[in-house]
């Protein structure tokens, strides 16, 4: 969610001085485009992993300041509830080995927090929604974590709504509830990729992430269970287009869109998404004291538009600025070995669609989206469309057409030891089981929560691909 803010309230002046200093901070932006001021050699990889701590019991542990104090390592952030942490990896220069190298980086990051977890008695997993969270673990003033930022983030949710968070989401059940803060976002865990990526390529690159994140949806699913109801196959996109809609009644007639979209169409620089910026309000308008160059507000106001694939503009004082992608739409887990693998398949699949010699651009935007939403609810069953715009299951686009694909992208930037990785995706999808079909069928059989998480935690430590699972558990 960022870095914390250091101001407990904001009044029109600071929304004044924010603005003022947007436009600057903009401006200057433009100017690094029209410079072309940008790395145009780069290319690095590196993600980001929210992970859930939970208790002897299955039940989400309140610790999270207590792990992040006993773990004492920068790379590791608090998350909204206090049952959240996140691993911020490090970001490594692709190359033949890049994936062994994030797999490296990850496992050795998460004994870490694993150890510090079970230090206090608690454990660590990788959900996209943890199954036992009731509302109940919702109320911000017991499970919110103790942030600025977060509190702030809240009071102006409602504010700039004029009325609760309405979450209303369709499936084998229903799940409606109102919120009067933002813990609804809490629901989700996410695994955020990183791609930096050479100027030149930056607008092939992100049109390509659209249509791999329509695709990838059906491949990794591992959020169907929502307190208590049987939801999306993916039901963390759902989720976070609606809890953190700042939207008031009267934008929602006139047809503004969310701060939470996939995307409003293809583009032809990523400068139009920046711009894009401006035609929402800021949410946190802490002004500070730095130079135009540190883009300081203008990477604020970014961060707090969450689109699917969010464009980036980074900058190292001794490096100058590089543009890179943050690919949002993968759950966390269920393993390590299935977050290294997602990473390569989402990471592929980009290369691949890019260099693949189609126009991305022919069909027509408002379908894509359509089918980017059906994936997310279906999953791997959806009737979704390819590139020639014919229509079938998106299992089958991803066995013929996807998978394939993301072998020869990762290939054309030279990264050599992704076929392992590659397999397990392939695997997965033609046995069908993700994480969301494996809790599903574990809670249509038992309808108990606690004993899901806590045989998902078993498998999950022998570190077995969620496709070998067990299908059934023995009682």
Not at 95 to 119: C, F, P, T
Request: charge should be negative; charged fraction near 25%.
């Amino acid at each position: 969610m960022g870095e914390e803010i250091s101001q407990t309230h904001f009044d029109q002046a600071d929304y004044d001085r924010f603005h003022d200093r947007l436009v600057e901070e903009n401006e200057f932006v433009h100017e690094l485009f029209a410079r072309r001021a940008f790395d145009n050699h780069s290319r690095k990889l590196g993600y980001e992993l929210e992970l859930c701590l939970v208790d002897a019991d299955g039940q989400p542990c309140r610790i999270n300041q207590q792990v992040l104090d006993h773990a004492n390592n920068p790379l590791f952030a608090l998350e909204l509830a206090k049952f959240n942490l996140e691993i911020n990896g490090r970001p490594y220069d692709v190359g033949a080995d890049v994936l062994s190298k994030i797999d490296q980086d990850l496992s050795d990051l998460y004994r870490q927090i694993e150890q510090s977890a079970h230090s206090l008695n608690a454990s660590t997993g990788l959900f996209g929604v943890l199954p036992s969270l009731q509302q109940k673990h919702l109320e911000a003033n017991k499970y919110m974590s103790e942030q600025h930022r977060y509190n702030l983030l809240s009071q102006q949710l409602i504010g700039m709504r004029g009325k609760p968070v309405h979450l209303d989401i369709g499936g084998e059940d229903r799940l409606i509830v109102d919120k009067n803060d933002v813990m609804l976002e809490a629901l989700g865990t996410s695994l955020q990729v990183h791609m930096q990526i050479p100027f030149d390529e930056a607008v092939s690159t992100y049109n390509a992430a659209l249509w791999s994140s329509m695709l990838v949806l059906g491949a990794v699913p591992n959020s169907p269970l929502v307190l208590g109801k049987c939801c999306w196959q993916e039901s963390r996109i759902a989720i976070f287009k609606q809890a953190v809609d700042t939207r008031n009644p009267g934008e929602i007639r006139d047809g503004i869109v969310s701060r939470v979209h996939f995307g409003k169409g293809y583009i032809e620089s990523l400068l139009e998404l920046f711009d894009d910026n401006f035609y929402y309000s800021p949410i946190l308008p802490e002004v500070i004291d730095k130079p135009v160059e540190a883009l300081h507000h203008f990477s604020l106001h970014n961060g707090t538009i969450w689109r699917w694939v969010r464009p980036i503009l980074g900058h190292e004082p001794d490096k100058g600025y590089h543009l890179r992608l943050e690919l949002r739409v993968v759950p966390s887990g269920p393993t390590l070995v299935d977050t290294i693998a997602n990473i390569a398949f989402h990471v592929g699949l980009t290369e691949g669609l890019k260099h693949c010699g189609e126009d991305l651009t022919s069909l027509d935007f408002a379908t894509l989206e359509i089918d980017f939403y059906a994936a997310a609810r279906e999953g791997m069953q959806a009737q979704v469309h390819w590139l020639d715009g014919h229509r079938e299951p998106l299992k089958n686009l991803l066995l013929s057409h996807a998978i394939p694909l993301a072998r020869d992208g990762l290939n054309k930037i030279g990264v050599l030891d992704s076929g392992a990785w590659l397999d397990i995706i392939e695997a997965r999808v033609a046995s069908e089981q993700t994480g969301a079909s494996w809790i599903l069928k574990h809670w249509h059989k038992h309808a108990d929560t606690a004993a899901l998480v806590m045989d998902y935690l078993q498998n999950a430590r022998t570190n077995t691909p969620v496709h070998l699972w067990p299908k059934n558990r023995s009682m």
